[in-house]
C-alpha cells in the first residue's frame, strides 16, 4: 500500500523560475511530514518538514504548503538553482518509527 | 563530523551466500534506521532501533536482521541471499522520532546474482 504518492517521476524548469513538487497522501493519521533531496550516489538530506497542525513552513528558498483536507503538500522552490538539481522525497509520519516515502519526483534546473 | 557511515559501497553476492551491511554513527542518536531503495520506488523500512538492546520489523524484514548492542552501531545481516534483496540500502538515524529530519548514509549498492 502506498500511502504516500509522488504522481510526477520527472520535473525541469529554467533557473530563477518557481520549482512545485507535489505530493499526496492517504493516511489521514500522518502528523509531520518531510521532504528530502537526494544526490547521486550520495543519501537523502533532511530539506524541510512540517507539522499537520500547521499549513506552511518556510526556509529560505524552500516553503512547503499543507492541505490537509485534499490529503495534499507541496514543496516551492524560489528562486531555483542548478545546484537543486537532485531527486526530492516526499516523507510522511504519525509519530511512529515508521516513515513513510514516496517515489521521488527528478528536479531538473536548467541554466 | 562523519554523521552516518555504511560499508561497504558496493557488493556483489552470489545467491544463498551472507553478508552485514555496517552502518555506525557519531551523532548519539537513540533511533536508527534501515531502508532499502528499489528502482522507481520509495525507501521501505527494514528494520529500526529505539536504542542499544531494542529493535523491532519495518514494512519489509523478512529475510534480514539486526541488533544493536551500542548506540552507535546497527549492522543489517542477510542470510542466504536472494535476487529479490538486489537494491540500495540505507541506514539512517534520528534523535528523536515524529518530525525530526533522518540523517542518512552514502548507502551500500548490493547485487545478488
Known amino acids: 500500500d502506498q500511502q504516500v504518492k509522488q504522481n510526477s517521476p520527472s520535473l525541469s524548469v529554467q533557473e530563477g523560475r518557481i520549482s512545485i513538487l507535489n505530493c499526496d497522501y492517504t493516511?489521514?493519521?500522518?502528523?509531520?511530514f518531510l521532504w528530502y533531496k537526494k544526490y547521486p550516489a550520495e543519501g537523502p538530506t533532511f530539506l524541510i518538514s512540517?507539522?499537520?497542525?500547521?499549513d506552511k513552513n518556510e526556509d529560505g528558498r524552500f516553503t512547503v504548503f499543507l492541505n490537509k483536507s485534499a490529503k495534499h503538500l507541496s514543496l516551492h522552490i524560489v528562486p531555483s538553482q542548478p545546484g537543486d538539481s537532485a531527486v526530492y522525497f516526499c516523507?510522511?509520519?504519525?509519530?511512529?518509527?515508521?516513515?513513510?516515502f514516496g517515489a521521488g519526483t527528478r528536479l531538473t534546473v536548467k541554466p | 563530523n562523519a554523521g552516518v557511515t555504511q560499508t561497504p559501497k558496493f557488493r556483489i553476492l552470489k545467491i544463498g551466500q551472507s553478508m552485514t551491511l555496517q552502518c555506525t554513527q557519531d551523532?548519539?542518536?537513540?533511533?536508527m534506521y534501515w531502508y532499502r531503495q528499489d528502482p522507481g520506488m520509495g525507501l521501505k523500512l527494514i528494520y529500526y532501533?529505539?536504542?542499544?538492546?531494542?529493535?523491532d520489523k519495518g514494512e519489509v524484514p523478512n529475510g534480514y536482521n539486526v541488533s544493536r548492542s551500542t548506540t552507535e552501531d546497527f549492522p543489517l545481516r542477510l542470510e542466504l541471499a536472494a535476487p529479490s534483496q538486489t537494491s540500495v540500502y540505507f541506514c539512517?538515524?534520528?534523535?528523536?522520532?515524529?518530525?525530526?529530519?533522518?540523517?542518512f548514509g552514502s548507502g551500500t549498492r548490493l547485487t545478488v546474482v
Open positions: 516523507a510522511a509520519s504519525n509519530n511512529n518509527n515508521d516513515m513513510r
Open positions: 539512517a538515524s534520528s534523535p528523536d522520532r515524529g518530525g525530526y529530519g533522518y540523517t
Open positions: 493516511n489521514s493519521m500522518f502528523d509531520y
Open positions: 512540517i507539522s499537520s497542525i500547521k
Open positions: 551523532m548519539n542518536h537513540n533511533y
Open positions: 532501533s529505539v536504542g542499544a538492546g531494542i529493535t
